[in-house]
């Protein structure tokens, strides 16, 4: 058996009560099988991205062990969701959801299946995805682009605030 990978996981939501939601989905996480909890990071309130006529979003970011693989792993993230009340099927491209969960980086793999690109498309310039996983894993290496530190330092995070209290 092969050593547990290191995952990152960005959350997200901005329905409901989106930072319940969050902290249960990482509870979840780390319920996985073959799975722990490393760090989670603080809660972000940031701005709609790609659609803006929503609501603010709630965002944080994971580090995971796993023993999953990553098609596992992903199922088990989107299995998540729909436990939270997430419709995939009825949603816009960037419209607003109850709980979304990305799997940004599985280790240093570059992956390119349908339905599974790792690392996330377009991470290197997001900063509500960046901004949380700078806390948990900021020498994690993009593959391709650069370590999240290096990534975060590049972009305007003025859109990304940490929740008081959290």
């Known amino acids: 058996m092969s050593a547990p990978a290191r995952a990152c996981v960005g959350l997200g939501g901005n329905l409901g009560r ?28 940031t701005r709609a991205w790609g659609r803006t006529d929503q609501p603010d979003f709630v965002n944080a970011a994971a580090l995971l062990e796993t023993a999953l693989a990553p098609e596992a792993l992903l199922a088990a993230l989107l299995e998540i969701e729909r436990q939270a009340g997430r419709e995939r099927a009825a949603e816009e491209r960037w419209g607003p959801r109850v709980l ?58 003025s859109g990304v605030e940490p929740l008081d209290g959290a």
């Open 100 to 157: 979304d969960l990305d799997l940004l980086l599985y280790g240093d793999a570059r992956i390119e299946r349908p339905g599974l690109r790792v690392p996330h498309p377009h991470l290197h310039e997001r900063a509500f995805a960046l901004g949380p996983l700078a806390e948990v894993a900021p020498e994690a290496l993009v593959p391709g682009y650069g370590t999240v530190a290096a990534l975060l330092r590049t972009l305007d995070t």
């Open 18 to 45: 989106p930072e319940e939601t969050l902290r249960r989905a990482a509870a979840a996480l780390d319920a996985l099988p073959g799975t722990r909890l490393v760090a989670l990071s603080r809660l972000y309130r």
